[in-house]
């Protein structure tokens, strides 16, 4: 079974500059997030999905962050413009969720590694 | 607010010995305590998932443990591996599905 698929790996890009991250979750996952991941910290959620509705974005900068799931499968998070303390390591994870016969364990991609110069 | 406190930040062993990781959390109310081992450059994966009445799971060679009453948490590696190297997040859920992220021990195994 494929796991989470993120890409790109790695990007870097200028401040102010747009930059998109893409997200395949495991099929049949309901539940998507969106983490930030600073050097030496755990991940820090910025929102999460349920299908195709964002449940939780109390975390996302709204006034540069946007995110969306079409159709309730893939994902894509945006950030325009990027600043200098955006570099991170940005992590999509799924989950079967606790509605369903799940225990909410969080499936992880590899993450999108972000450089802002 | 839910927090999720691990120690130590950092540890280094030699290969073939033990470690315990230590993990105490303030999370209500609690749902699952996990533990994560995320190599560098990688997403975490999932070692172990604890429900509130279980103190005691393992798998290979880790063993987690949880006493809900002091809201701790350990994670104990025995006979260490050079690929054991890794960063491990304690992850704490509430009900209805909101987690708390511990910030990882990392721990270094060397020869």
């Known amino acids: 079974e494929a796991g989470v698929v993120q890409s790109p790996r790695y990007k870097i890009i200028e401040k102010k500059q747009p930059v998109a991250f893409w997200c395949n979750p495991i099929?049949?996952?309901?539940?998507l997030y969106w983490y930030l991941q600073n050097l030496g910290q755990g991940p820090e959620l910025l929102i999460r999905?349920?299908?195709?509705?964002?449940?939780?974005d109390s975390q996302l900068p709204k006034d540069r962050f946007s995110a969306e799931r079409l159709k309730g499968v893939d994902s894509t998070l945006k950030i325009q413009p990027a600043e200098l303390g955006d570099s991170a390591v940005y992590l999509c994870?799924?989950?079967?969720?606790?509605?369903?016969?799940?225990?909410?364990?969080?499936?992880f991609g590899e993450g999108s590694r972000l450089t802002v110069l | 607010k839910n927090q999720v406190e691990q120690s130590p930040q950092s540890l280094i062993i030699l290969e073939g010995k033990n470690c315990t990781l230590q993990?105490?959390?303030?999370?209500?109310?609690?749902?699952?305590l996990r533990w994560y081992k995320q190599d560098t450059g990688r997403g975490p994966v999932s070692l172990t998932i604890?429900?509130?009445?279980?103190n005691t799971k393992s798998n290979g060679r880790y063993t987690a443990t949880l006493d809900a009453d002091t809201k701790q948490s350990s994670l104990h590696i025995t006979a260490s591996q050079l690929s054991d190297s890794a960063s491990y997040i304690c992850?704490?859920?509430?009900?209805?599905?909101?987690?708390?992220f511990g910030d990882g021990t990392t721990l270094t195994v060397k020869p």
């Open positions: 604890m429900t509130f009445s279980e």
């Open positions: 999905y349920e299908n195709e509705e964002a449940v939780d």
């Open positions: 992850v704490v859920s509430a009900n209805a599905g909101k987690s708390t």
């Open positions: 993990c105490n959390y303030t999370v209500s109310p609690f749902s699952n």
């Open positions: 099929s049949g996952h309901n539940t």
């Open positions: 994870a799924s989950s079967l969720g606790y509605g369903t016969s799940g225990t909410g364990e969080l499936f």
